[in-house]
């Protein structure tokens, strides 16, 4: 039987998810939970601090010490929701934006070039295979934590 821990050890290494920093846009490093920071904040709307954090699994202390390193990097902005003062609303900001993008543009032209190596049907059952583990993972009961401990 294959070693199934391996399988995913071998791919979190090639997707570069041990790396100290994922990206590099316009002279800036991010880390990993940065980008995807970056990324919730643009795909939800107007999503609360708390949002964000909870869609990522983080907890809020280490998740807000994320927000003021991006913020003073000029990409996030911390509002307060006009309806609930103790809320706060993250957006992007201009550059934020732009920053975002380059990476999604980053991830896009890595996915195609690893895919370029597949015919379509081995893409599809590739595509539809990660859909069906995300799936199952989200119904375990140790979803969104660290497996260990």
């Given amino acids: 039987m294959e070693n199934t821990r391996e399988i995913f050890q071998t791919m979190t290494r ?8 994922c990206c590099s846009v316009g002279g800036l490093d991010l880390s990993l939970i940065q980008s995807h920071i ?17 869609a990522l699994g983080t907890d809020i202390t280490t998740f807000s010490r994320q927000i003021q390193s991006l913020i003073k990097m000029n990409l996030v902005k911390k509002t307060p929701d006009p309806d609930d003062r103790r809320v706060h609303i993250l957006s992007l900001t201009t ?24 015919n379509d049907f081995e893409k599809e059952t590739v595509i539809r295979s990660i859909k ?3 799936e199952a993972m989200a119904k375990s009961s140790r979803c969104c934590t660290s497996p260990v401990g």
């Fill in 132 to 134: 069906l583990l995300n």
């Fill in 95 to 118: 550059e934020g934006t732009y920053i975002a993008a380059s990476i999604d543009q980053q991830i896009n032209a890595y996915l195609n070039e690893i895919f370029s190596h597949m």
């Fill in 38 to 54: 970056l990324y919730e904040i643009e795909h939800q709307h107007k999503p609360s601090i708390q949002q964000v954090a909870e």
């Fill in 14 to 21: 090639r997707f570069g998810f041990l790396n100290k920093n």
